[in-house]
């Protein structure tokens, strides 16, 4: 696609049976030219207990098994757990041999129990993905106290320069013109283009605001919304590529996977 040799889904997830099957997934993404997908698995109920999210990562480990060429995987826990927390990342790093680390809303991204899986990333040059509400703190309605925003994202960003952190979906509703405006000057701080929002211009303003350098493609499992809005958008071969495999393989690359 686009004469570009590689598309890497840098934000995708695996779902429980038999709503979700992961063959017919890899089906649909391939006939939309994504080569390999960065995958997690989501406990179904939150704050997410340690059985549950080590079972989960047990399943996607089972993704990776069967799919080496295309699944690369994301460790997820909630930081709550702490120590245990600590130990099942680096079990998912060292034995599952898994990209990095997956965040949801179990804690805030600014909780100091977030601050040692941070640490343990940066040792293993491990990314973390970091789901993020694109609203301004005093607009929050109804979100729980641990949804981290733009602003959260790009402070834990800095006081962990050394960290190669992706603030997820700014297709995913919510102000992006905001939120990417919140993050440009933080250069750790990378942005994934997923979520179901397909609006005009985003992906152009995303380029200006942060540079190509800073975006990942993803769909958020919105495969077809995902590659159209960077097919539809009006972007130069330099960074379509960089947005679609680049950056993220130099990420992948960096974490020593093939």
């Not at 709503?19 to 890899?26: I, K, R, V």
């Not at 207990?49 to 996607?60: G, P």
């Not at 804690?107 to 343990?120: A, Q």
Request: aromatic share 8%; proline share 5%; glycine share 8%.
């Amino acid at each position: 696609m686009w004469g570009i040799a590689l598309i890497i889904d840098a934000h995708a997830h695996i779902w429980y049976p038999p709503s979700f099957s992961l063959e017919e997934f890899l089906k649909w993404a391939a006939k939309l030219g994504i080569d390999k997908l960065c995958v997690s698995k989501l406990p179904s109920l939150r704050p997410s207990s340690f059985s549950s999210f080590s079972e989960a990562n047990k399943d996607v480990a089972e993704a990776m098994k069967a799919h080496p060429e295309t699944v690369l995987g994301y460790c997820y826990v909630n930081p709550a757990y702490e120590e245990k927390a600590v130990r099942e990342f680096r079990k998912c790093l060292e034995e599952y041999g898994m990209l990095g680390l997956k965040l949801y809303t179990d804690c805030h991204c600014l909780d100091p129990r977030v601050s040692p899986l941070i640490e343990l990333a940066v040792e293993f040059n491990a990314p973390i993905l970091i789901h993020t509400a694109h609203i301004q703190r005093r607009y929050i309605k109804g979100d729980p106290p641990t949804v981290s925003n733009s602003e959260d994202v790009a402070e834990l960003a800095r006081r962990h320069p050394k960290a190669t952190i992706i603030m997820a979906h700014i297709g995913g509703g919510g102000d992006w013109e905001w939120a990417l405006k919140a993050v440009r000057g933080v250069s750790n701080l990378m942005v994934d283009t997923s979520g179901s929002g397909v609006d005009l211009g985003m992906i152009e303003m995303a380029v200006r605001e942060v540079g190509a350098e800073r975006i990942v493609f993803g769909t958020d499992n919105f495969l077809s919304s995902g590659i159209g809005k960077i097919r539809g958008a009006e972007l130069n071969e330099r960074d379509r590529e960089l947005i679609l495999s680049k950056n993220m393989l130099r990420i992948i690359e960096r974490r020593g996977l093939p």
